[in-house]
């Protein structure tokens, strides 16, 4: 398939209010003399030494792939967001590199050898841990996917973000290495009255999370390793909180401390913050899972139709209430859909990649997708949404997003109806 540079720039161009500038990194056209039968240029020449890169990076031609920030929702770099490039992503996996980032008090740098957790409260031992102490227990290794609860914040009243980073990115997937909760507190053991557990980061933003013991002991981990190294900084290193499924705020990077207790500790960011204004302007208290939600990432409006003819849509979906059962593509905003192809592994709580050809000849298309969990869940249009949550939420908005392909092939971020 050629791949055209001019056209992929004139899409970025479109995305003005987002302002990014892109580097220029392939030429619009190839160069003849690279193209078969001729030699290409970079035959005769030898390559790079093996010690030239000794922690490897991406191709130069790749340097687009980045995350992203959006200038207007940054008040400084230390309380902020980026978001992870997903329309550039292949597979379920996230590159540790490209995992967004959301940080309330900036990036802890903490020496591995000065690590420590603390689990104190109603446990029948108070203790505390080296990371050396915390490898010794039996390991896992799973995949699961984390988004923040705000992903897609910013499109409850209309479509305002022309992007799929911008609008889905703030989501990752990889596969953590750590050690179970469950398999830790039996060390500690658990008073009877233990109900819930007090998460606490060591980073300068005091967070602090209530999490349901029940939670705790089902599938919670403290990992220390991301898609087989250790943590990156940005997500909590040495150690962080693995809560699968359930919102990202939840998942205490740069953990410190466990303190078990017999009711939830009403924190800051279980107050003011993470609570889902309804229309009668109560607001829902808590709202731990992240529903079933789906994004496709080419044609995105980062990823224009170049070509008539056969085309490959791509997506991921994904739920925290388990396994992603099926996914349906619509391409006239939701008149028709058809089934897309999930490709394995479909694991609980984890980013399943789905496909579906089609046929382009030109015409405009309105092209949205639908999660269905194993629960039966659908994912619903956001006007369902705003019935009962109004159009001032913020948090957990997992409605179908429509990407208009006009004639040109140009996509841009729209809302119907
Ligand atoms: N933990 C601490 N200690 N400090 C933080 O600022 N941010 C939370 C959560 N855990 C945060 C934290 C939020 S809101 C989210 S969405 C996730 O971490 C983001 O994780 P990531 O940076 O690995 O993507
Ligand atoms: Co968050």
Redesign the pocket.
């Known amino acids: 398939m050629k791949f055209s540079r001019r056209n992929l720039i004139k899409s970025f161009a479109a995305l003005g209010s987002v302002g990014f500038s892109t580097r220029v990194l392939a030429q619009d056209k190839p160069n003849p003399n690279n193209l078969p039968p001729n030699l290409p240029e970079w035959t005769p020449d030898l390559g790079a030494g093996v010690d030239e890169n000794p922690y490897g990076s991406p191709s130069e031609f790749e340097s687009n792939v980045i995350r992203r920030n959006v200038p207007w929702l940054t008040a400084s770099p230390q309380s902020s967001v980026n978001f992870t490039p997903l329309q550039d992503l292949e597979g379920i996996v996230t590159p540790n590199g490209l ?7 900036g990036v802890a740098e903490i020496n591995p050898t000065d690590y420590r957790l603390m689990i104190n409260g109603l446990v029948d031992r108070e203790m505390i841990f080296s990371l050396d102490d915390l490898k010794r227990f039996p390991q896992v290794n799973k995949f699961y996917f ?1 988004e ?3 992903n897609g914040g910013m499109e409850w009243k209309g479509a305002q973000l022309n992007g799929c980073q911008y609008t889905f990115g ?1 989501v ?1 997937n990889v596969q953590y290495t750590g050690v179970k909760l469950s398999d830790l507190l039996r060390e500690t053991g658990l008073k009877p009255k233990a109900k819930w557990v007090l998460a606490e ?3 300068t ?1 005091g ?1 602090t999370r209530s999490i349901p013991i029940e939670k705790i002991l089902d599938d919670c981990l403290i990992a220390w390793a991301m898609n087989g190294e250790a943590l990156r900084p ?3 290193y040495p150690a ?1 909180l693995v809560v699968p499924g359930w919102e ?2 939840m ?5 410190r401390r466990l303190e078990f207790g017999d009711k939830p500790y009403m924190t800051r960011e279980e107050t003011s913050k993470y609570t889902d204004l309804l229309t009668d302007g109560k607001a829902r208290m808590f709202t731990w899972v992240m529903e079933a939600k789906s994004v496709v990432t080419s044609p995105s409006p980062e990823k224009p139709i170049l070509h008539k003819g056969i085309q490959q849509l791509r997506g991921l979906a994904w739920s925290g209430k388990g396994k992603i059962k099926r996914v349906d593509v619509s391409l006239d905003g939701g008149k028709n859909w058809r089934t897309a192809q999930l490709h394995a592994p479909i694991m609980s709580k984890s980013l399943v990649r789905f496909t579906l050809p089609f046929e382009w000849s030109g015409e405009e298309l309105l092209i949205q997708s639908r999660a269905i969990d194993e629960t039966g869940y659908v994912q619903p249009y956001i006007q369902e949404l705003q019935k009962i949550r109004g159009k001032n939420s913020i948090y957990h908005n997992n409605s179908i997003a429509t990407w208009l392909v006009s004639k040109s092939g140009k996509v841009d971020n729209v809302r119907l109806g």
């Open positions: 995992c967004f980032e959301r940080h309330h008090g984390l923040c609860a705000a703030m990752h980061g060591s980073d933003s967070m940005e997500q909590g962080r990202g705020n998942w205490v990077k740069w953990i």
